[in-house]
């Protein structure tokens, strides 16, 4: 079982926003990042340092903290967006790296 | 550009060791101040970190699979290598290895992300 919990499938219609969340006792001393990975692709940075883009990933995405709870946004949803999503930050001994078991976005 | 690209055998027998190769293109290995990571993914489920090495050859595993793991650096030929020792069905995923850059803060790493990232390659434990 994963020290971060995300709802496993999420949608959205296109155009509209959507946020998806990722849970944990460790978010709240360490930060998390998100990666979107598409069927049959690795997974990409979108979000670093609990907010932070990488340069290319579209200003659409963004990254928010509060409490435990982690979240990634994406504001006028296209559907190249549709993925899976997954968070990571490190379990509350900080001695492992974690992954959260991921978001199917479906864009509808 | 930085790359990263995954080799090795993909078919294992079961109990047998699995090596991996992940040669970097791009930037020296030995003077980038970043860790290097080995991430896999079983097919249809999600990623699981196995572990990362810096370039003066720490390293840190997870804890799942400190007992059979080991990751190493070759600077003269800017790769980093995975072993897994006494593999079973559970271990056949997708292996990808990607850049790990982490901020600390007096010791404290508070963060940690992955990227760029490996095309990935799959190894299947038979039996």
């Known amino acids: 079982s994963s020290e971060l919990t995300q709802d496993p499938a999420v949608s959205v219609a296109l155009g509209q926003t959507v946020r998806i969340t990722c849970q944990g006792d460790?978010?709240?001393?360490?930060?998390a990042s998100w990666y979107q990975q598409k069927p049959g692709q690795a997974p990409v940075l979108v979000i670093y340092?609990?907010?932070n883009r990488p340069s290319g990933i579209p200003d659409r995405f963004s990254g928010s903290s509060s409490g435990n709870t982690a979240s990634l946004t994406i504001t006028g949803t296209q559907a190249e967006d549709e993925a899976d999503y997954y968070c990571?930050?490190?379990?509350?001994?900080?001695?492992?790296?974690?992954f959260g078991g991921g978001t199917k976005l479906t864009v509808l | 550009q930085l790359q990263l690209q995954e080799s090795g055998l993909g078919l294992v027998k079961a109990l047998e060791t699995l090596s991996l190769t992940c040669t970097v293109s791009?930037?020296?290995?030995?003077?980038?101040?970043?860790?290097w990571g080995w991430i896999r993914q079983p097919p249809g489920k999600g990623l699981e970190w196995i572990g990362s090495?810096?370039?003066?050859?720490?390293?840190y595993y997870n804890p799942s699979l400190k007992s059979r793991v080991s990751i190493s650096v070759e600077t003269s030929t800017n790769q980093l290598s995975l072993k897994l020792n006494s593999v079973t069905a559970a271990d056949t995923a997708v292996y990808y290895c990607?850049?790990?850059?982490?901020?600390?803060?007096?010791?404290?790493?508070?963060?940690?992300?992955?990227?760029?990232w490996g095309q990935g390659t799959l190894v299947t434990v038979s039996s």
């Open positions: 090495i810096y370039n003066s050859g720490s390293t």
């Open positions: 990571n930050s490190r379990d509350t001994s900080g001695n492992r790296v974690v």
């Open positions: 990607a850049r790990h850059s982490a901020l600390n803060t007096l010791g404290w790493w508070y963060a940690n992300w992955f990227g760029p």
């Open positions: 340092g609990r907010k």
């Open positions: 791009g930037v020296s290995i030995s003077t980038s101040n970043y860790y």
């Open positions: 460790s978010l709240r001393d360490y930060y």
